[in-house]
């Protein structure tokens, strides 16, 4: 009987601790900006602009507008970079996460300024 109350207890603990570490992922929270560019000058204005800043480039898809890259920092950052073309230009989204976390989108905002920068768009 004690045994069995040991185990029981040893169980419970570990459930119990396990159940402690799980957490949910929240959504990615964005920054948008539509350019007057083209979608494939966009892409090369984001990736320099990501390299330039110690970004490595993981995977840039030109055909989806699609970019993922990682800073190693501590901890990792990693940022998507999308494009979408629109009626009125280009919209450029940008969304990441550090540490597993979504980053704040007020973190964006100098990346899409140096942006704008490089495409001459700058009000």
């Known amino acids: 009987m ?72 501590r901890p990792t950052l990693e940022v998507r970079y999308r494009l979408e073309a629109t009626e009125q230009g280009t919209r450029i989204t940008l969304s990441g996460q550090r540490g597993g976390q979504p980053v704040p989108p007020y973190v964006f905002d100098t990346l899409l300024i140096d942006v704008q920068e490089r495409l001459g768009e700058l009000p």
Not at 9 to 17: K, N, R, W
Not at 41 to 49: I, N, S
Request: proline letters at 4%; one cysteine or more.
């Open 2 to 73: 004690r045994r069995l109350l040991g185990v029981l207890l040893v169980a419970s603990f570990v459930v119990l601790s396990v159940a402690g570490c799980a957490t949910t992922s929240a959504p990615p929270q964005t920054r948008a900006l539509v350019v007057a560019a083209e979608p494939s000058t966009a892409l090369e204005a984001g990736v320099a602009m990501l390299t330039a800043r110690g970004f490595v480039i993981r995977r840039a898809d030109v055909d989806l507008g699609d970019v993922e890259a990682v800073l190693a920092a």
